[in-house]
């Protein structure tokens, strides 16, 4: 199983981002799939997951009812919209499948 994220970039605040999580095998309906990010010196923490099923969703307290998480079976890709960016939101994200994780995307929120 691989994982590769992609979408990520330079927003100013207050914009938005989809990122991507393509993945290299049909698991997303096996297991829940989740995005993570880790900001400079600071410890890796969960931002969103999504239910093998996709009937379940679960958001960090400071990113609902601004990020989103949802997936596409047929392309074996999870994704994570984010809108409302705000600085605090830069980090290298990243998207993981039981202990398999990919190898990040950068998301930069400045003006």
């Known amino acids: 199983l691989q994982l590769v994220e992609s979408g990520g970039g330079l927003v100013q605040p207050g914009g938005s981002l989809r990122l991507s999580c393509a993945t290299s095998?049909?698991?997303?309906?096996?297991?829940?799939t989740g995005w993570h990010r880790q900001a400079p010196g600071k410890e890796r923490e969960a931002v969103a997951c999504i239910s093998s099923s996709g009937r379940s969703t679960n958001y960090a307290d400071s990113v609902k009812g601004r990020f989103s998480i949802s997936r596409d079976i047929a392309k074996n890709t999870v994704y994570l919209q984010m809108n409302s960016l705000k600085p605090e939101d830069t980090a290298v994200y990243y998207c993981n499948v039981l202990a398999v994780w990919g190898q990040g995307t950068q998301v930069t929120v400045s003006s």
């Open positions: 095998g049909s698991t997303l309906e096996e297991y829940a």
